[in-house]
């Protein structure tokens, strides 16, 4: 990184006191880390919870894998290729629909509510839904990988656009063409470190969906691997699962970053979780249009996609049935105090892992902050384990803390852990040096720093990662539900598939995804207004 | 009124920098007296370890050689005991925080927080009346400038730092600053070292001007400004002025061509 030769030149002493750890090279240090993690692991596995199906040894991991590798490489791949078909229809629609929010601005706004919406779904009661359409092949699992990608490729594609130097389209306008053009000659080339930012977080996503698409059912794959090896508690069988999905997910991410770093090397790492929220226009007549004119299309498609596939109406449900399913027909009570209670439960447990997760993040990032050593030892890792889809990790999780309300808070946790731990620690090392030297021109403690320069200027990232975990804790919520717990409204959903209840599978659907559409948007408002308080000074 | 600050001796510092596998020495044999209330400038071509020294001053980094005494204290010491204001070419205000709060960090820090008096008292020696509730996106350049000047004399410091503290303005806005700065060193007595770029600011502001050599930074020659205060802008048209500046401009191109000769000399 460049910034190591400016900080030499800059830093100032280091309090006295600074670790001789702070000279070992980070790699060193996280091996270190790393080989000390295993053998804890191993320890545990043999002595505490040995014979408790709860952890595997990373011996046993390996052994069971060389036993069966057969039937490990062979879903393994199974499970890729579909990723593969998932990431590039998916990546393609994403970036036809940038194209034309680019192209055409007045669409943008309805194309951002539908793409959101898809974002919010809760994908895994979505696929007994698509299986209506495609029939039991592998066409579900594909559909749900592609889904998967299509918000943050489009988001990253559209930032990409609209990072293009407003100079250079002044020079293309100046010579007479038109918006075509522009795009064409500048908004293209512009946009490669964006995209590629994007198709790098899209690469685990893809892997993802089509396991989540392979937990309701398939032939093959490590999705069905990994229900039936829950089912019949094979830990060794989970574990192997994990760490393939893991390494596979990971070298996606790894392998994109890289030809992205070699096709635009003049780029800076871009965080496309930090994408900053459109203002709203202003008049009262403008921001209501705004609001329903992308709930209208978001309708609009929800009609075209039953009528397109022609869904027999016993499995297709319109926004008119679900409605009356909750507010009219004479079971609707009953109907309502399932599904909210169950909603409820869900959104307790869930709130309740976020919470834990944001908690335990930033204070991750403080300590890391005041301990450079540490953070050396373990940020690589940190980095490493935010690529990974934890979602697909779930069963290793339902093994570990067992089927219960706390298994959902654990996997929610998990997974707003490390996303926002390394959002939040790249700002703060971004707090300018500036201000930092005021404070220490006043000897100010390491408290008055957290408080006065960390913490605020981690404010940013915090929000925006919140932003995107309101959908994917949804999702991680429902998945650990739906596979474990029987609690929340992912039993209700995994119940009524089960049953064929369709009515109750579209309600729930319908209900989780405004739910996250409207936790989305609340964050984000809440996002744009304290951006606006603490003033530009520290976003980007 | 205001203590009286501390003398600051400096002598023979030198900092050198590990820097991408190679060594740069940013300052060597640096001597610099401020007596007790006295105002000094730095000036010197770009790199050559002006701000480098006012950080070591300000106990911000540690000198390789050479001794820095304050009054008896070291810079650590005087840091550690919050004596020293410092403002920056940046001025590094709190973005959410408001002009009376920026100010007040600063005394939050040395544990005075419920001094709003002195709070008070600042914005309006640095004329910012009225923008007390202005958060920095909300001010002018000039303005930012005046709340991190307010801030670095808001806790009474014995010694004021300032490294650049104008360089990104305008050469209006720099002169009333300029003019500012004088009025409130005049009413605090505070001892001062302003580092810049710009002669004239020098010779306008301070008792004495230490024009320093390129890399490694030492000083090469010293200035006594004798013009009586307060100095106004008609000192700015006078011919003694002129004298002065050019004087120092003098100087400050023999100390570039020294090290040309030195550069060159094949022994």
């Given at each position: 990184m460049s910034a190591t030769a400016e900080t030499a030149a800059?830093?100032?002493?280091?309090?006295?006191?600074?670790?001789?750890?702070?000279?070992?090279?980070p790699r060193v240090l996280s091996s270190a880390v790393g080989i000390a993690v295993l053998l804890l692991w191993e320890l545990l596995a043999r002595t505490?919870?040995?014979?408790?199906?709860r952890l595997s040894p990373p011996t046993a991991v390996v052994v069971e894998f060389f036993e069966f590798r057969g039937l490990y490489l062979r879903n393994l791949w199974h499970s890729t290729k579909t990723a593969a078909w998932g990431f590039l229809w998916g990546n393609l629609a994403a970036m036809a629909l940038a194209v034309a929010s680019t192209l055409l601005p007045w669409l943008r706004r309805s194309i951002g509510a539908v793409v959101l919406t898809v974002f919010c779904l809760p994908f895994i009661a979505i696929a007994p839904i698509l299986r209506l359409i495609t029939?039991?092949?592998?066409a579900t699992p594909i559909a749900l990988s592609a889904l998967a990608v299509v918000f943050t490729t489009y988001v990253a594609a559209l930032l990409g656009f609209d990072l293009a130097p407003g100079s250079a389209l002044d020079v293309v306008r100046s010579y007479g063409r038109g918006r075509l053009t522009a795009f064409r000659s500048v908004r293209v080339r512009a946009s490669v470190p964006a995209l590629f930012a994007g198709l790098q977080i899209a690469a685990p996503a893809a892997f993802l969906g089509a396991v989540v698409g392979e937990f309701?059912?398939?032939?093959?794959?490590l999705g069905i691997l990994t229900v039936r090896a829950l089912g019949a508690l094979q830990t060794d069988r989970i574990w192997v699962i994990a760490v393939m999905a893991t390494i596979v997910a990971t070298g996606g991410y790894l392998a994109i970053g890289a030809l992205g770093r070699y096709l635009c090397p003049w780029s800076p790492a871009l965080d496309v979780g930090a994408v900053p929220v459109p203002h709203a226009e202003p008049g009262l007549l403008n921001r209501l249009a705004g609001l329903l004119a992308p709930i209208a299309v978001v309708f609009v498609f929800w009609y075209a996609f039953l009528w397109v596939f022609g869904i027999e109406p016993f499995f297709a449900k319109t926004p008119v049935d679900v409605w009356a399913e909750l507010f009219?027909?004479?079971?609707a009570p009953e109907t309502r105090s399932i599904i909210f209670g169950a909603l409820g439960t869900t959104l307790w447990t869930t709130s309740l892992g976020y919470v834990v997760g944001l908690v335990g993040a930033l204070a991750s990032a403080l300590v890391f902050i005041l301990v450079p050593w540490l953070e050396r030892a373990l940020m690589p890792i940190a980095v490493a384990l935010?690529?990974?889809?934890?979602i697909v990790t779930t069963p290793v999780i339902i093994l570990f803390v067992?089927?219960?309300?706390l298994t959902t808070t654990a996997i929610v946790a998990v997974m707003s852990f490390f996303p926002t731990l390394v959002n939040c620690y790249t700002a703060m090392t971004r707090t300018p040096e500036g201000i930092l030297d005021v404070l220490r021109s006043y000897d100010a403690s390491s408290t008055a720093n957290v408080r006065n320069a960390y913490l605020p200027t981690s404010v940013p990232a915090l929000l925006a990662s919140a932003r995107i975990a309101v959908p994917t804790s949804l999702l991680g919520a429902t998945v650990a539900e739906w596979l474990?717990?029987?609690?929340g409204i992912g039993a209700v959903m995994v119940t009524a598939f089960t049953r064929n209840d369709f009515k109750i599978l579209w309600v729930s659907v319908a209900v989780l995804t405004i739910v996250a559409v409207i936790g989305y948007w609340l964050v984000a408002a809440f996002e744009l207004r304290t951006l606006e308080r603490m003033a530009s000074g520290i976003s980007r | 009124m205001a203590r009286r600050g501390a003398p600051v001796d400096v002598v023979g510092v030198g900092r050198t920098f590990a820097l991408a596998g190679d060594e740069v020495t940013?300052?060597?044999g640096f001597d610099m007296h401020v007596p007790a209330g006295g105002f000094i400038a730095l000036i010197g071509p770009s790199g050559c370890g002006k701000s480098t020294a006012l950080r070591l001053v300000a106990g911000l980094d540690t000198p390789d050689e050479g001794t820095i005494d304050m009054d008896g204290s070291s810079p650590d010491e005087m840091r550690r005991g919050q004596r020293i204001g410092v403002a920056f070419?940046?001025?590094?205000?709190?973005?959410?925080?408001?002009v009376t709060t920026n100010i007040r960090l600063a005394l939050e820090l040395v544990g005075r927080r419920h001094d709003t008096k002195a709070v008070d008292e600042l914005v309006e020696l640095v004329g910012l009346q009225g923008f007390e509730k202005a958060r920095p996106s909300q001010l002018s350049g000039g303005m930012r400038q005046r709340v991190a000047i307010a801030r670095s004399l808001v806790t009474k410091p014995d010694l004021l730092l300032l490294?650049?503290?104008?360089?990104?303005?305008?050469a209006l806005t720099r002169q009333q600053l300029n003019d500012e700065l004088q009025r409130i060193w005049t009413a605090r007595g505070t001892t001062t070292i302003l580092v810049t770029h710009s002669i004239p600011e020098a010779v306008y502001v301070a008792d004495e001007v230490l024009v320093m050599s390129p890399?490694?930074?030492?000083?090469v020659a010293r200035h006594t400004i004798g013009f009586e205060?307060?100095?106004?802008?008609e000192l700015l048209l006078t011919d003694r002025f002129h004298a002065e500046v050019e004087a120092v401009s003098a100087s400050l191109h023999r100390s570039e061509g020294q090290v040309v000769q030195l550069d060159t000399d094949p022994s």
């Open positions: 800059t830093a100032p002493a280091r309090p006295a006191g600074g670790s001789r750890l702070d000279r070992v090279p505490v919870y040995a014979g408790s199906y029939g039991p092949g592998n309701t059912g398939a032939h093959r794959g009219s027909v004479s079971e935010r690529s990974i889809p934890i067992g089927r219960g309300l474990a717990t029987g609690d | 940013a300052l060597s070419q940046d001025p590094s205000l709190l973005p959410w925080r408001t490294d650049e503290p104008f360089g990104a303005l305008d890399r490694p930074g030492s000083v205060r307060p100095r106004t802008r």
